[in-house]
């Protein structure tokens, strides 16, 4: 049993990674393509083809599980082909027994996606929009052209709202702003920092200019009189610390779109968002989806196998591969489909991110005991269909 999970093992390993380079090549090459109009007027093709490197992570990601089905059935189709297949089942390897050996042999794709999703896909992504903000000056990710907007509340009961322009590689931060807001949203003080860094849970902001807004300033312009004091002054700082809850590893959170951060990132991104009343449906979504991500690799495995498993007189390898093809498209069109549904109807994030992997799980293996006992099933219903006679 355990040469034959070695051997199968090496077959799929062999083909997965063949379609995986070859759809990382085909579509990396459609971005270049589409990309080619900025080349000369705002990045060189060598610049091209750094933000392409970067990206590659994150297509790898989206890529591997229609690159695992894809390679997987043409694996097994080959192996049937062949007869091996014929010859595992005739030793007394049956069906269900077989998908216990391809889940096995999928256990070390979870965990390389494990890696590529929680370390190197959340820090390629960071880098890729910052480099295409300085490249082509349009922010990626959770930037806005004007910056990184973070919305907390003060420790006198109002609202602060931070807007930093840059993160430095250091951890550091640069250009920041901060609005500080009375309980009923009124402006009391505006502050502009050249730089700045977390330390202990604090933000210490350097070079400072502080516009404090007088408490009469509103009743003043009320009652359109010139008032006796100023309304706002004006104090340049060395240094001011504020305590905030905002922290190095929350600002990189705002830069990634969900699906990119690491899980505890993640969960920590969405700890700060309740504790600031601010909205957390997609990211608590994206967190379960995170979680199911290694199920679909099961899936994908399982759809492969009783599609490998049909007999080649009724259709070669090519079309095994053109099946597994739009089985992958059509999965990955309902799992989309769920999801942006499921947004819209504020369906639990467990049912947004299980119910397309399950459904589709349990019709594989449908299938498969099918295949497994089809002769069975037709005999059963040769004899007790209630078309028979004799049945009666």
Known sequence: MR???????????????????ALLGL??????????DNVGTKLTLLDLFYLQALQMPTRLYEL?????????????????????LVILRVSGVSGMKLLRMLWIITIPWVVAAFFLSEIVTPAAEIKASEATLQLMGRAGGGRLNSGYWFKEEAPNQGTRIINISELKPNGGVAGITLYEFYEGQELVRFS??????????????????????????????????????????????????????????????RILTPERMSIAVLNDYI????????????????????????????????IAAPIGF??????????????????????????QLALNVGMLSRWSPWVTALVPNIAALLLALA??????????VQRFVRTRGPWNKSAT
């Open 192 to 253: 502009q920092a050249k730089q700045g860094y977390f330390q202990n849970g604090s933000l210490v902001m350097e070079e400072v200019a502080e516009t404090q807004i007088s408490e009469n300033a509103m009743s003043a312009l009320d009652d359109a009189t010139a008032p006796e004091q100023p309304l706002t002054t004006l104090e340049t700082v060395p240094e001011r610390t504020i305590t905030t809850s905002l922290t190095p590893e929350r600002l990189i959170a």
């Open 3 to 21: 040469t034959a999970r070695r051997y199968l093992a090496k077959e799929i390993y062999r083909s997965s990674i063949v379609v995986l380079l």
């Open 367 to 376: 299938t498969l005991i099918y295949m497994e006992n089809k002769h069975q």
């Open 310 to 335: 049909m007999q080649t007189r009724r259709g070669g390898v090519g079309g095994k591969v053109f099946i597994g093809i739009l089985l992958g498209v059509g999965f990955f069109m309902v799992n």
């Open 271 to 302: 700890a700060y968002l309740e504790a600031n009343n601010l909205q957390t449906d997609r990211q608590i979504v994206a967190l379960w989806r995170k979680l199911a991500y290694p199920f679909t690799l099961l899936v994908m495995i399982t």
């Open 27 to 36: 579509f990396t090459f459609f971005a270049l393509i589409e990309e080619l």
């Open 64 to 84: 591997l599980p229609i690159g695992l089905l894809i390679g997987a059935i043409l694996a097994l189709a080959s192996l049937a082909q062949r007869n091996e």
